[in-house]
C-alpha cells in the first residue's frame, strides 16, 4: 500500500466528513490508500455517522481522550503504508495534494518529512505551516511581534520564516502536523510521536528528532490544503487547550535546549513561559 491517511476526531463530525470526503474526491488515480480515524473518546455520535457515512473508513474508537500525539501513534501503529499522512481532521485536500505529494517525496530520498502550501479559510497562508526550529531568541521575536513589523528581515523574521517565499520549495526546519506526509522507513528510525506533547509541539518535535538523523524537512508549495484552525480540537477556550500549548513549549525547551544554553536563559524562557500561560488562562476567564 502507498498512503495510510492518519485522523484524529474529537467532536468534529462535520470537519471530518468533509476531510475525509475530500480525499475520497481527489485525485488518487493509480494511488493505493487507506484512511484511519482514530476517535478520542468523542462521545457524541460523530463515530457512528462516520461509520455509516464511510464504511471504508477504519475508525479506532479509544474509551478516553489520549490527546493528539498518542492517537495518532495508535493509528500509525496499524498502519500499512509506504508512507503515513499525519492530517487534521479539520483540514481540506485539494485535487491533486496526495498524489502530488506522493510523487515528489518518492522521487526525493532525502526527505524525512514533506509538508505542503497551508491556506487559512480567508485564502491567506498559515504561517506556521514553515518554521524554524523555536530558539529562545526568535520565539521572543514572534512573542514582541517583530516579525510582523519587520517580515523581511532574516533575524526577525525566524520564526515562522516570513523573508522565504511561500511559492518557493525549499528545506526548512519544520513544518505542521496539520499535514505531515513521513516515509514509513523514516519513522522506523526516528520512532513515532513523543507522547509527552499531550497536543501542540509533537510535529516540532518530530521535524527535530527527523532532521538529527540526517534527513531533510521539506515545504512544497506546489500541493495545499485548507486549514480551518482551531476548529478541532478540544475546543480553542477550554482552559486544557490553553495549558498544552504553553506547556508543550516547555517540554520541547526541556527536551532539546536545556543544556545548549546557560541557567539564566534556561530560567527566563521557563519564567516567561509560565507568565504567558497565566495571563492567557486569566484572559480566557475573563471571556466567560
Given at each position: 500500500?502507498?498512503?495510510?491517511?492518519i485522523?484524529?476526531?474529537?467532536?468534529t463530525?462535520?470537519?471530518t466528513?468533509?476531510?475525509i470526503?475530500?480525499?475520497?474526491?481527489?485525485?488518487?488515480?493509480?494511488?493505493?490508500y487507506?484512511?484511519?480515524?482514530?476517535d478520542?473518546?468523542?462521545?457524541?455520535?460523530?463515530?457512528?455517522a462516520?461509520?455509516?457515512?464511510f464504511?471504508?473508513?477504519?475508525?479506532?474508537?479509544?474509551h478516553?481522550?489520549l490527546?493528539?500525539s498518542?492517537?495518532n501513534?495508535?493509528?500509525m501503529?496499524?498502519?500499512?503504508?509506504?508512507?503515513?499522512?499525519?492530517?487534521?481532521?479539520?483540514?481540506?485536500?485539494?485535487?491533486?495534494?496526495?498524489?502530488?505529494a506522493?510523487?515528489?517525496?518518492?522521487?526525493?530520498k532525502?526527505?524525512?518529512?514533506?509538508?505542503?502550501?497551508?491556506l487559512?479559510p480567508?485564502?491567506k497562508?498559515?504561517?506556521?505551516?514553515?518554521?524554524?526550529?523555536?530558539?529562545p531568541?526568535?520565539g521572543?521575536?514572534?512573542s514582541?511581534?517583530?516579525?510582523?513589523?519587520?517580515?523581511?528581515?532574516?533575524?526577525?523574521?525566524a520564526y515562522?520564516l516570513t523573508?522565504?517565499d511561500?511559492?518557493?520549495t525549499?528545506?526548512i526546519d519544520?513544518?505542521m502536523g496539520a499535514?505531515?506526509?513521513v516515509?514509513?522507513?523514516?519513522?522506523?528510525?526516528?520512532?513515532?510521536?513523543?507522547?509527552?506533547?499531550?497536543?501542540?509541539?509533537?510535529?516540532?518535535?518530530w521535524c527535530y528528532?527527523i532532521?538529527?538523523?540526517?534527513?531533510?524537512?521539506?515545504?512544497?508549495p506546489e500541493?495545499?490544503?485548507?486549514?480551518?484552525?482551531k476548529?478541532?480540537?478540544?475546543?480553542?477556550?477550554?482552559p486544557?487547550?490553553i495549558?498544552a500549548?504553553?506547556?508543550?513549549m516547555?517540554?520541547?525547551?526541556?527536551k532539546?535546549?536545556?543544556?545548549?544554553?546557560?541557567?539564566?536563559t534556561?530560567?527566563?524562557?521557563?519564567?516567561?513561559t509560565t507568565?504567558?500561560?497565566k495571563?492567557?488562562?486569566?484572559?480566557?476567564?475573563?471571556r466567560?
Open positions: 500500500m502507498d498512503l495510510s491517511i485522523i484524529v476526531n474529537y467532536k463530525e462535520e470537519l466528513s468533509n476531510c470526503d475530500s480525499i475520497i474526491k481527489s485525485n488518487t488515480k493509480g494511488l493505493s487507506e484512511i484511519i480515524l482514530v478520542n473518546a468523542s462521545e457524541d455520535g460523530s463515530v457512528e462516520i461509520k455509516m457515512r464504511p471504508e473508513v477504519e475508525v479506532i474508537e479509544n478516553e481522550n490527546g493528539f498518542k492517537a501513534n495508535i493509528g501503529e496499524v498502519s500499512k503504508g509506504e508512507f503515513l499522512l499525519l492530517l487534521n481532521s479539520d483540514t481540506i485536500v485539494e485535487l491533486n495534494t496526495l498524489k502530488g506522493i510523487a515528489f517525496i518518492s522521487d526525493h532525502h526527505i524525512g518529512a514533506l509538508g505542503c502550501k497551508i487559512l480567508s485564502g497562508l498559515d504561517p506556521a505551516c514553515k518554521r524554524s526550529f523555536p530558539t531568541l526568535n521572543l521575536y514572534h514582541l511581534n517583530l516579525d510582523m513589523a519587520f517580515p523581511e528581515s532574516t533575524r526577525f523574521g515562522n523573508y522565504v511561500e511559492n518557493k525549499c528545506s519544520c513544518i499535514f505531515m506526509l516515509p514509513r522507513a523514516v519513522i522506523d528510525v526516528v520512532g513515532m510521536l513523543d507522547e509527552d506533547f499531550f497536543m501542540y509541539g509533537e510535529d516540532i518535535d528528532r532532521k538529527q538523523a540526517g534527513y531533510q524537512i521539506i515545504y512544497y500541493v495545499r490544503i485548507f486549514h480551518h484552525k476548529a478541532s480540537g478540544i475546543g480553542k477556550r477550554n486544557k487547550v495549558a500549548f504553553y506547556d508543550s516547555i517540554i520541547f525547551y526541556n532539546h535546549y536545556q543544556h545548549k544554553y546557560n541557567g539564566l534556561r530560567w527566563a524562557v521557563t519564567s516567561g507568565i504567558l500561560k495571563m492567557a488562562l486569566a484572559k480566557n476567564k475573563r466567560k
